[in-house]
């Protein structure tokens, strides 16, 4: 069973302390609401025993940026995914526990509650499970959600919030649901591209973004063959020739299917601006790089997709692709303080 529809929380008014490493945090819920869904953008689902409140928003939001959750507490999910850069890292591989670098570029989190699988290997069906998927993993947390679990059992405060949030205990159970409650309501579509799609600010759009949008648009790219509706994916697996030779394997260590080598989840570009470093590994540093990558028709491999293939674009091209890739950037989503620890 799934819950869906608007969740709105006007003229609230809660706060709430919760443990950090031994200290208090004061959090808080502002006067506006938390989970608002942008025009154009679909009713969001909820897992029937994970429907949004506020106590599992709060809760989540200390679990969030809380590095009990790696086995040396150093490290939490806001390590590696941050706020103001649209909840990606960086840096090409994130530092994980001790220290150990990651084997993926961590991305960004903006509307992973509209996500169906999650991974860049797509291997995981639900945001519930996917949270777990950093606590186990040697060079991210490096831990054991049992243990988690043991180690805030007797902190007052997430004793309380558990109860208030889940009626029960702060198990795991508790743990993963109220950490991916939290990242459900990291929502981005407000951007200058929304805002002149919605008739808000057409005189805002520039001659080079408009150029860029029809470009992005057009048979001649097909950029939005693959980078398609509201959220700028359309979940697939692609493989956009990046190597001929692929180090990690990609959806192939989760199918072990030879056919997809080199494949990955089509990325949202929203915010893909402030996302760098690009594609799987962090190869590609700049957007203009990105664009130069699909340009030039990338590189020969067998599982390559057919739409990846030469472009000819002039330089005046690019840059108004490009041009129009920075409109994707929703200020007030990375700006928002509630997000933030």
């Given at each position: 069973?799934?819950?869906?529809?608007?969740?709105?929380?006007?003229?609230?008014?809660?706060?709430?302390?919760?443990?950090?490493?031994?200290?208090?945090?004061?959090?808080?819920?502002?006067?506006?609401?938390?989970?608002?869904?942008?025009?154009?953008?679909?009713?969001?689902?909820?897992?029937?025993?994970?429907?949004?409140?506020?106590?599992?928003?709060?809760?989540?939001?200390?679990?969030?940026?809380?590095?009990?959750?790696?086995?040396?507490?150093?490290?939490?999910?806001?390590?590696?995914?941050?706020?103001?850069?649209?909840?990606?890292?960086?840096?090409?591989?994130?530092?994980?526990?001790?220290?150990?670098?990651?084997?993926?570029?961590?991305?960004?989190?903006?509307?992973?509650?509209?996500?169906?699988?999650?991974t860049r290997a797509g291997?995981?069906?639900?945001?519930?499970?996917?949270?777990?998927?950093?606590?186990?993993?040697?060079?991210?947390?490096?831990?054991?959600?049992?243990?988690?679990?043991?180690?805030?059992?007797?902190?007052?405060?997430?004793?309380?919030?558990?109860?208030?949030?889940?009626?029960?205990?702060?198990?795991?159970?508790?743990?993963?649901?109220?950490?991916?409650?939290?990242?459900?309501?990291?929502?981005?579509?407000?951007?200058?591209?929304?805002?002149?799609?919605?008739?808000?600010?057409?005189?805002?759009?520039?001659?080079?973004?408009?150029?860029?949008?029809?470009?992005?648009?057009?048979?001649?790219?097909?950029?939005?063959?693959?980078?398609?509706?509201?959220?700028?994916?359309?979940?697939?697996?692609?493989?956009?020739?990046?190597?001929?030779?692929?180090?990690?394997?990609?959806?192939?260590?989760?199918?072990?299917?030879?056919?997809?080598?080199?494949?990955?989840?089509?990325?949202?570009?929203?915010?893909?601006?402030?996302?760098?470093?690009?594609?799987?590994?962090?190869?590609?540093?700049?957007?203009?790089?990105?664009?130069?990558?699909?340009?030039?028709?990338?590189?020969?491999?067998?599982?390559?997709?057919e739409l990846i293939r030469?472009?000819?674009?002039?330089?005046?091209?690019?840059?108004?692709?490009?041009?129009?890739?920075?409109?994707?950037?929703?200020?007030?989503?990375?700006?928002?303080?509630?997000?933030?620890?």
């Amino acid at each position: 069973m799934i819950h869906r529809g608007h969740i709105y929380l006007s003229v609230i008014i809660f706060s709430a302390a919760l443990s950090s490493c031994g200290k208090d945090v004061a959090l808080f819920v502002p006067e506006k609401e938390i989970m608002h869904i942008p025009e154009g953008f679909p009713e969001m689902e909820f897992p029937e025993d994970n429907v949004f409140t506020i106590e599992r928003w709060e809760l989540g939001k200390a679990l969030f940026y809380d590095p009990i959750l790696s086995a040396s507490g150093k490290v939490s999910c806001g390590s590696c995914h941050k706020a103001d850069i649209a909840f990606s890292d960086n840096v090409a591989f994130s530092s994980g526990d001790e220290g150990r670098i990651g084997r993926s570029n961590a991305p960004s989190l903006a509307n992973i509650g509209y996500h169906p699988y999650f991974t860049r290997a797509g291997g995981v069906p639900t945001l519930e499970m996917q949270v777990q998927v950093p606590i186990q993993e040697h060079d991210e947390f490096n831990n054991n959600i049992l243990f988690i679990a043991e180690a805030i059992k007797d902190d007052l405060n997430y004793k309380k919030y558990a109860q208030l949030a889940y009626s029960r205990e702060p198990d795991p159970y508790v743990i993963i649901r109220a950490i991916a409650c939290f990242e459900r309501s990291f929502i981005s579509g407000n951007s200058s591209y929304d805002k002149f799609i919605n008739g808000a600010n057409e005189h805002d759009f520039g001659i080079s973004e408009i150029r860029g949008k029809e470009l992005f648009f057009s048979s001649k790219t097909q950029c939005s063959s693959c980078h398609s509706g509201f959220n700028f994916t359309n979940y697939g697996f692609e493989n956009n020739g990046l190597f001929s030779q692929y180090v990690d394997q990609g959806r192939a260590r989760f199918t072990q299917n030879n056919a997809d080598i080199g494949k990955f989840k089509v990325p949202s570009l929203r915010d893909i601006e402030l996302t760098s470093p690009y594609m799987h590994d962090g190869s590609l540093v700049s957007l203009e790089e990105v664009i130069e990558h699909y340009n030039s028709g990338g590189n020969d491999h067998i599982n390559k997709s057919e739409l990846i293939r030469p472009l000819n674009l002039s330089s005046q091209e690019k840059t108004d692709l490009v041009a129009f890739l920075k409109t994707l950037t929703d200020l007030e989503f990375v700006n928002n303080k509630r997000f933030r620890r």
